[in-house]
């Protein structure tokens, strides 16, 4: 391999789901079994790029992170204009269960961040037999609204710029200044309204505090890790949600914020190997 290419490899998926069609860009490297990545609200799979990038991960794992519909290089679907992009559970559960279809991904180990952790939650209670494991980065039940999210989408404010000032305080004072404003950059290049629509699901529809004790480690296992620096996720939060479900596994990560994969890889990764192995070893 050339020096300076990294193995990551990026491809497009035409999918169809809810009568609409899809076109959802992915990258992955490595092989074994598979994990699959789960970005944060309004950001993208760049955000995996430390694990993709490991090679003691990829040497047993193949890593994919796909960027959901709207986000990153996937488009939003034909008539977007015409609509407001606002994520549900159900439609965020779908999408991420037609994907594992078309990539014929056998019962994969999912991680996500934020909104993607919230969505594991989900997919630990609702469908624990289509996965070897879950692992929730900041994966709180809830969480309660801190801002007007109206500041988000309005003409006379850049959406990219306010998105990335919100979300900078949720990165840990420790990180890397390459890597936190790498974080940031990504949050800048959002679409409009489409942070916004993903707090949707965050702070409203994706609300599993209620059910989340209902979840069953002995047919998924469960692993939260989670930033100590964060007031969306906090680890009170973590805690209390590990504190429900028996056979939950927690680790609260020193010096991390609420992006650990994407604002420090270097740190992250020594909390995400054991994880691996010990799921790997099953």
């Known amino acids: 391999m050339p020096a300076g290419l990294e193995p990551i490899v990026g491809r497009y998926l035409s999918l169809d789901f809810e009568g609409r069609r899809y076109r959802v860009y992915f990258e992955e490297a490595g092989e074994g079994i598979p994990l699959l990545c789960l970005h944060t609200a309004g950001a993208d799979g760049r955000q995996y790029r430390?694990?993709?990038?490991?090679?003691?991960?990829?040497?047993?794992?193949?890593?994919?992170?796909?960027?959901m519909p709207w986000h990153g290089k996937s488009s939003p679907p034909a008539g977007w204009h015409n609509e407001e992009y606002q994520l549900t559970s159900a439609q965020y559960t779908t999408m991420i269960l037609e994907i594992m279809t078309a990539l014929e991904?056998?019962?994969?180990?999912?991680?996500?961040?934020?909104?993607?952790?919230?969505?594991?939650l989900h997919l630990a209670l609702e469908h624990p037999e289509r996965f070897r494991a879950i692992i929730g980065l900041q994966a709180g039940a809830h969480v309660d609204p801190y801002y007007d999210l109206n500041f988000l989408h309005r003409p006379d404010v850049h959406g990219g710029e306010v998105a990335a000032a919100i979300v900078s305080g949720l990165v840990g004072p420790d990180a890397p200044d390459a890597e936190r404003w790498e974080t940031l950059w990504h949050y800048m290049q959002g679409g409009p309204g489409v942070f916004k629509g993903d707090l949707y699901f965050y702070k409203l529809d994706g609300d599993i505090r209620d059910r989340v004790a209902q979840i069953d480690?002995?047919?998924?296992?469960?692993?939260?890790?989670?930033?100590?620096?964060?007031?969306?996720?906090?680890?009170?939060?973590?805690?209390?949600?590990a504190g429900s479900i028996p056979g939950c596994e927690v680790t609260i990560m020193k010096g991390l914020g609420h992006f650990p994969m994407s604002e420090s890889p270097a740190e992250f990764?020594?909390?995400?190997?054991?994880?691996?192995?010990?799921?790997?070893?099953?």
């Open 105 to 120: 991904l056998d019962r994969p180990i999912a991680i996500g961040c934020s909104i993607g952790g919230r969505i594991a």
């Open 217 to 241: 480690t002995r047919t998924c296992p469960l692993f939260l890790l989670s930033g100590e620096y964060d007031y969306s996720c906090t680890p009170e939060e973590t805690l209390a949600v």
């Open 269 to 282: 990764l020594p909390h995400l190997l054991p994880v691996l192995e010990k799921i790997g070893s099953r």
């Open 50 to 67: 430390g694990v993709l990038n490991d090679a003691e991960v990829t040497r047993r794992f193949r890593v994919i992170a796909f960027d």
